[in-house]
């Protein structure tokens, strides 16, 4: 099945939309039931019948469906934040006395959450390696799960993921990846070895920059349990709403990914030739240390990548981001409009420091304008800043 038809059509019932191209928006909190033995029935596989939005939704379902599809997973779970997704699947994984595996650098309200486990026992570290075996000194009889992104947080490496979760299985650790950068229209980790893959809606799947929401994804085994208690308790549910916003940004995400990828290649390369630049760290590139693993495991790149400006100066960043007009200053990504955030003017250095993030790099989000007007944009403020 391709992926346009899954983004489209898979999932929506033309029974029960009658014929309307869009999936109703199911507004409510509740659902009655005939008798009350149903009810009890109800209640007792909440996570299949409908009893109570923060359980299940029909809209919410027809997202779930098409998501789980894409992904190449047998279920997935809709959370009203991508950090709601991560923190309940993490949850869902340890106990009190586990340890977690971080793998390179990932979105920083994960660390931070892993972090906040630390309350309840649950332990972590933090490995920047670029093979397996590295791993075999941080591992531990009571690590229990391998968390990923790839590409990694802000320096955009490429993490082997074939290898990774090989070594993670051969031990018995659960791995989880972030796969929000790609989508699955460029990378689908669950069809490499990786256990539960999470995303933010928020960004490209969304693309609008008009919704908050989040997804894990795989077997039933392990997403069953999440939905069952995770997204129950903590109660980040995602709404009807939301949902239905999420399935139309999926109606053109193929044709989005296809389009950024363009406009963020044709600036990547723009920067890459300029004499201010010192380095761009965009995988499409072939100068990028990872692309050759990355064409392995991506089918394609989306636009978000940094710049390492040629500048020790705070004030030239601030005058380059400053200098830019189309590019405005934001820390999400993924929607129609091109952003920028420079981490050095808005993370404390020490902060920036640990993350092995250099003052001179600027984060882009290439959105969907016009590619010259893009590159005339920061050719103009490399030029005054
Ligand atoms: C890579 C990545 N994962 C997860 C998240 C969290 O998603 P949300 O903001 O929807 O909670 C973000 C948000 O910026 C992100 O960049």
Sequence with gaps: MDDAWICGRLGEDESWQLGAVNPPVYETSLFTFPTAGALTEGLSAEDENYVYSRGTNPTVDVLQRKLAALERAERAKCFGSGMGAISATISSLVSAGDHVIVLGAVYGPTTQFLRYLEK????????????PAA???AVKPTTRLLYLESPSYMRYGIIDIRAFTAWARGRGITTVMDNTWSTPIFQKPLTMGVDLVVHSLSKYIGGHSDLVGGVVAGPARLVRPIAQTEYQLLGAALSAHEASKAIKGLRTLPLRMRAHQERGLEVAEF????????????????SHPGHALARTQMTGFSSVFSVELGTEDLATVARFVDGLRHFRTGVSWGGFESLVNAPALTTQESVRATMGIPLGLVRLSVGLEDASALVADLAGALETS
């Design 271 to 286: 920067l890459a030739g300029h004499p201010a630049v010192r380095a761009v760290n965009h995988p499409g590139l072939p």
């Design 120 to 131: 309840f026992g649950v332990s972590h570290t933090t490995v920047h390696a670029d093979n």
């Design 135 to 137: 791993l075999d000194s």
